[in-house]
């Protein structure tokens, strides 16, 4: 049967709270930062200059093909090798939004590829600028059907966060590992974690279900 200690469990709160509120702001951050890039590599996919596209597709290829541990590894301890040095917090918002821009820009352009030709046709036909098109009937149609595989990668970016102790940021996961190291008492510290996670993740998952069911009204 598990020891389970409330006490010592409500003692160590404070703690994984603080843990908590650096895993929520490197999410929102990075979170930001893959929408809108994910959302330009969609766009620049479709540029007319070859080395456009081309360049779009190799950095969704490097992104999508490599682990976002071994990036995080690059960004914070390879780059100042070569004189490029960013704080953790910063390293950690740059490493999830580059990694999760490759994803979502993959699910942009198969929500723009799934509208209809017509809707580009008929932009032509009322003689609209390339980004009038884009602007008033193309991402707006596009962006609907991705509330829900936003939420997803949202959920799945706080997932990943305990990655992120490997470049030293103090997220919630390196919180309870640092509590269970001076304590040696890991039921309690790693239950909380999960039990914070899961309070995360259901609400943002509803919200989006929300926002999902608005958008059909």
């Known amino acids: 049967m598990m020891n389970f200690d409330v ?3 409500w003692s160590i709160l404070p703690d994984l709270l603080r843990g908590l509120v650096v895993t929520v702001q490197v999410v929102v951050l990075g979170f930001a930062l893959a929408v809108v890039l994910g959302l330009v590599l969609a766009v620049a996919q479709r540029a007319p200059l070859g080395l456009v596209r081309n ?3 190799a950095y969704l290829a490097f992104f999508r093909s490599t682990p976002l541990m071994v990036q995080l590894y690059v960004l914070f301890f390879a780059l100042p090798q070569a004189g490029i040095t960013l704080p953790a917090v910063s390293t950690g918002v ?3 939004g580059l990694y999760y821009s490759a994803y979502i820009a993959e699910a942009y352009r198969g929500a723009i590829d ?3 030709l017509g809707q580009w046709e008929a932009a032509r036909a009322l003689d609209m600028s ?3 098109t884009w602007q008033r009937i193309i991402l707006p149609q596009a962006l609907k059907p991705m509330l829900p595989i936003l939420g997803n990668y949202l ?3 706080f ?4 990655l992120l102790a490997v470049i030293t940021i103090p997220e919630l996961f390196q919180a309870a590992k640092q509590v269970a190291g001076m304590t040696y008492r ?7 974690m999960a039990l914070i996670f899961l309070v995360i993740s259901v609400p943002t998952s509803l919200l989006f279900k929300y926002l999902e069911r608005r958008t059909h009204v």
């Open 114 to 116: 799934g509208l209809p």
């Open 186 to 192: 890991y039921n309690e510290p790693y239950t909380l």
């Open 55 to 57: 360049t779009c597709k």
């Open 7 to 9: 006490e010592f469990a």
């Open 94 to 96: 740059i490493g999830l």
């Open 155 to 157: 959920i799945g970016m």
């Open 159 to 162: 997932k990943e966060t305990p």
């Open 130 to 132: 390339l980004a009038t």
